[in-house]
T-cell receptor, first 115, second 116 residues
């Protein structure tokens, strides 16, 4: 399967700990997106990369959230000093980055539970 | 900023019944429109999309949607549902060009339960 992959699929952590999630996009997809989905809601946009450049990060939920895509391939999303309100599904998506109008393809997500 | 409303939170149908799920968006400019589906235990998958052209678009598994610009709507339809259509359905929109064009805005989703 050559879809978007995310690791880990599940993460349980204690409040105050740092967590990092990884996303591997579809091969040769230049654009990568992070979303968050809480119970009963649709996915909510967080941030976006075009290759290694983070072109939008104002929607990251707080300064405890950061994302990187250092070589334009995989990306990581880090949450520092986790809070119980950070419990959610974190979704990654990718798109080719060659068209003006594109479809975003989603990964399976990382479900975070903060105790 | 754009927003998306899905009118039905949970829809329960018997097999062979017809389906229509409502989706309305709020945005003053031109948009791209999507329906995604999430089957139990699986990730979000694209069902169909509208970029331009014929406002009636056909997707996978017999689904179709109609874009009515005057009503800011993109309703999803299927003439005869199957038990395997049990899933959560999300409508999403992004502006065509300009700030935020990369950012999908989703509705809250509609859970469809099909009874055999």
């Amino acid at each position: 399967d050559t879809g978007v992959s995310q690791d880990p699929r599940h993460k349980i952590t204690k409040r105050g700990q740092n967590v990092t999630f990884r996303c591997d996009p579809i091969s040769e997809h230049n654009r990568l997106y992070w979303y968050r989905q809480t119970l009963g809601q649709g996915p909510e946009f967080l941030t976006y990369f075009q290759n290694e450049a983070q072109l939008e990060k104002s929607r990251l939920l707080s300064d405890r959230f950061s994302a990187e895509r250092p070589k334009g391939s995989f990306s990581t999303l880090e949450i520092q000093r986790t809070e119980q309100g950070d419990s959610a599904m974190y979704l990654c998506a990718s798109s080719p980055g060659t068209q003006y109008q594109e479809t975003q393809y989603f990964g399976p997500g990382t479900r975070l539970l903060v105790l | 900023a754009q927003s998306v409303s899905q009118h039905n939170h949970h829809v329960i149908l018997s097999e062979a019944a017809s389906l229509e799920l409502g989706c309305n968006y709020s945005y003053g400019g031109t948009v791209n429109l999507f329906w995604y589906v999430q089957y139990p235990g699986q990730h979000l998958q694209l069902l169909l999309k509208y970029f331009s052209g014929d406002p009636l678009v056909k997707g996978i598994k017999g689904f179709e949607a109609e874009f009515i610009k005057s009503k800011f709507s993109f309703n999803l339809r299927k003439p005869s549902v199957q038990w395997s259509d049990t899933a959560e359905y999300f409508c999403a929109v992004n502006p065509r060009g300009g700030a935020g064009s990369y950012q999908l805005t989703f509705g809250k989703g509609t859970k469809l339960s099909v009874i055999p």
